[in-house]
């Protein structure tokens, strides 16, 4: 009796905390804190395995707009489900078709996006328009701010006049003239001589 005392005293524990869980959320749910109740419905399915918590998943994800995992919940319902009423069961199909309009709509739009993004050239070919990245990344053209820098040419060198067009040139040149003349002026050079055993007029040996 003791052990069965016990043993009914754990059962209602795990049912007052699985009740309080479900409570919980059932007000996430209430709430449209979907992903909470969804974590909530998930740890109940996996420790008592009811397939009541299939269906509160699938209308969790059905309300988080995932039509995939909700359909899949919905059709597991079915499945595990017992004893099911006609309308019950016309409602969770209701919920199927409903997911997979919205699947097909979110593929529609998809394909949309893919198609838009593509241009068909004169000759037929498809081919992708550039996207924003691969415009934004190509280098800007180049301005004076992006010009390569140049070193000045060296100034050219100044040519100096021959040094005969130099007036000190003919200076030097006119002074030592001079200075020879001068020296040979000197030496007798230029003084004639005559002998006087020879007359005027004839050349002597």
Request: aromatic share 8%; with cysteine.
């Amino acid at each position: 009796m003791v052990v069965a005392g016990v043993l009914a005293l754990l059962a209602t524990r795990n049912a007052i905390a699985a009740d309080s869980r479900e409570l919980k959320a059932r007000e996430a749910f209430a709430a449209q804190r979907y992903q909470d109740a969804l974590e909530l419905f998930a740890k109940l399915y996996a420790e008592t395995l009811h397939p009541i918590y299939l269906r509160n998943i699938g209308r969790c994800y059905q309300n988080l707009g995932q039509p995939d995992q909700a359909i899949t919940s919905f059709h597991e319902y079915l499945r595990k489900g017992k004893n099911l009423r006609e309308e019950e069961t016309r409602e969770i199909e209701g919920y199927i078709k409903e997911m997979e309009e919205l699947k097909r709509s979110k593929e529609a739009s998809a394909s949309s996006a893919t198609s838009s993004s593509k241009t068909e050239t004169s000759d037929g070919i498809v081919k992708p328009l550039p996207s924003a990245s691969s415009v934004s990344s190509a280098p800007p053209p180049a301005g004076p701010a992006s010009a390569v820098l140049v070193a000045p040419p060296p100034a050219p060198v100044e040519e100096s006049p021959p040094i005969y067009s130099r007036w000190w040139f003919w200076a030097i040149v006119g002074g030592v003239a001079a200075a020879g003349l001068g020296i040979a002026a000197a030496a007798g050079a230029f003084t004639r001589t005559e002998d006087a055993s020879c007359p005027k007029g004839w050349m002597c040996p």
